[in-house]
């Protein structure tokens, strides 16, 4: 049986709790044995790390202590796969450089806060985004600085209604890469949990998860 470790944590108003309790039950259906945590400590342990199949870090800002920075990188540098989603994954340790330098981007603003925006995929050929076509959001658009050796699988496009010198940049909102032997998925999309009710926001995290997984 696969293992999948999820720690959850941090700003409340990403409703980290929620998002993976929405989550574990679907990993538990896919055949893996989930541990839950909700304590930056279990980053330190190397073990579990090492045994854990898929990592799903979900933790709005906060910091790593550089032993479990460390510690996370180099369990995915070794084969464990890390997923997430929004401020869960990529806005999270905003100190933790190395941290960065594996997930491929940092939120840096979400303009206008709650917009109405289009997801574009770039990749229908990919298994992660098969016969998921372009859709709409409702909810935050993050602005972020990105690794352009991500390989990107949807994007969205800022207008400048709400700052005018981004207007027509082509954002990614779904990426997956390689850092060393691991794999690590990224969707920019669920601010809350109710952002899953969209179902090809919550299809694409669903198989993101599993792609990640070693």
């Known amino acids: 049986m696969k293992k999948a470790l999820m720690v959850w944590g941090g ?3 990403h409703e980290p709790r929620q998002c993976v309790e929405l989550f574990a039950p679907l990993l538990r259906a896919a055949g893996y044995d989930v541990d839950v945590r909700d304590s930056l400590d279990v980053f330190g342990d190397a073990a579990v790390l090492a045994a854990a199949d898929l990592i ?3 933790w709005t800002m906060g910091a790593l202590a550089e032993a479990q920075e460390q510690a996370l990188c180099a369990a995915v540098r070794a084969g464990s796969g890390i997923a997430g989603w929004h401020g869960g994954l990529c806005d999270a340790f905003r100190g933790n450089c190395q941290y960065q330098f594996m997930t491929g981007g940092q939120f840096v603003d979400h303009p206008g806060g709650i917009i109405d925006y289009t997801v574009k995929i770039t990749r229908p050929d990919d298994a992660v985004m098969a016969g ?10 993050y602005y972020m600085h990105v690794d352009p050796a991500n390989e990107v699988l949807a ?5 400048g209604e709400h ?3 981004i207007d027509g940049c082509v954002m990614p909102v779904v990426w997956k890469r390689a850092y060393g032997a691991g794999r690590v998925f990224y969707s920019a999309l669920g601010h809350v949990a109710a952002d899953f009710d969209v179902p090809q926001c919550r299809q694409i995290m669903q ?3 599993l792609w990640a997984s070693r």
Do not use: H, I, N, Y
């Open 163 to 165: 700052a005018a010198w």
């Open 56 to 58: 799903v870090p979900c």
């Open 11 to 13: 700003w409340e108003g």
């Open 207 to 209: 198989r993101g998860l």
């Open 155 to 159: 994007t969205t496009t800022f207008t």
């Open 132 to 141: 998921v076509a372009d859709f709409k959001m409702r909810s935050e658009c």
